[in-house]
């Protein structure tokens, strides 16, 4: 099977080729450098040379405070990019899978949302990834569409990294502590992905490891695993102004999963343990 995978240069799009070329597959990762997903007649050209059986499309315009005054770009990669790179999926009958995000959602209430609850964001990122969802839904029979949530993993930039980082110079943090949801292990989500791009278990998930905490918690949890002697003050998000609102709910069930046969990834700190280890091995 050979497999386009959109974002190498990312977190999650990294750990998708790695564990795709471990299982045997034909894994080729892009980045912005190697493939302008902008530029429909460069897709269509390269797409249709390629001719992957699959498209994993993890790129995306992810500076979220940026977007919201950046509109033109962000649009043009999560909504045209996308659109450009449907529509070459299916002229080469390619399977398509669409990696999503919790910002689909406006963060309202408590109750964890479903595959079937209806998106509403309330920032720029958010409104053009659920566009890019609509895209896909619009132009393809069938799709893989996953939302994730609070990612990180060995390649890029992530919260954990920040934490360790700052503790090196702190001895205290302040973290908001009233927003949640549940962190992802672009290791746990990316051997997720590979199964489910082998078969023809088509629709909409959500995806990331079990368990709820707050950043706050999740910001404890890096310190206690990793024997730093920090303490963190939980604050408000009105204590933390950022540019982009953020959703105060990313709570997602993932029963759609449990019913088409996958597995469930990991607790988040089972997960956050494994990858404490990954870093301090340098693994890479």
């Given at each position: 099977m050979k497999v386009l995978v959109t974002g190498y240069?990312?977190?999650?799009?990294?750990?998708?080729?790695?564990?795709?070329?471990?299982?045997?597959?034909?894994?080729i990762g892009t980045t912005s450098h190697d493939l302008n997903i902008t530029d429909k007649r460069e897709?269509?050209?390269?797409?249709?040379?390629?001719?992957?059986?699959?498209?994993?499309h993890c790129a995306a315009y992810t500076a979220v405070d940026k977007a919201e005054d950046d509109q033109e770009n962000c649009?043009?990669?999560?909504?045209?990019?996308?659109?450009?790179l449907v529509e070459a999926a299916k002229a080469t009958n390619a399977k398509f899978v669409y990696i999503s995000t919790d910002y689909v959602f406006d963060g309202e209430g408590e109750i964890p949302f479903s595959e079937n609850s209806t998106p509403n964001p309330i920032g720029y990122y958010g409104e053009t990834k659920y566009q890019?969802?609509?895209?896909?839904?619009?132009?393809?029979?069938?799709?893989?569409?996953?939302?994730?949530?609070?990612v990180f993993g060995i390649n890029g930039n992530n919260f954990i990294k920040t934490m360790l980082r700052l503790s090196e110079t702190r001895d205290e943090l302040s973290v908001v502590g009233d927003q949640y949801g549940s962190p992802t292990y672009t290791y746990d989500l990316s051997r997720l992905l590979i199964d489910m791009v082998q078969t023809n278990r088509y629709g909409v998930y959500n995806a990331s490891n079990e368990g709820f905490c707050t950043w706050a918690e999740f910001a404890e949890e890096i310190f206690k695993l990793s024997n730093r002697e920090v303490k963190v003050q939980a604050i408000s998000t009105e204590e933390y102004p950022t540019r982009a609102v953020r959703p105060r709910n990313s709570r997602m069930y993932k029963d759609k999963l449990v019913s088409n046969g996958f597995m469930l990834l990991p607790e988040w700190r089972d997960a956050l343990s494994r990858y404490l280890s990954e870093l301090s091995q340098g693994v890479k």
């Open positions: 240069g990312g977190q999650l799009g990294y750990d998708v080729v790695r564990e795709g070329t471990m299982r045997g597959l034909e894994m897709i269509s050209g390269y797409i249709n040379k390629l001719n992957p059986d699959a498209i994993i649009y043009d990669v999560n909504v045209n990019g996308t659109k450009y890019g969802e609509q895209i896909v839904q619009s132009l393809l029979d069938e799709w893989f569409i996953v939302r994730i949530s609070w």
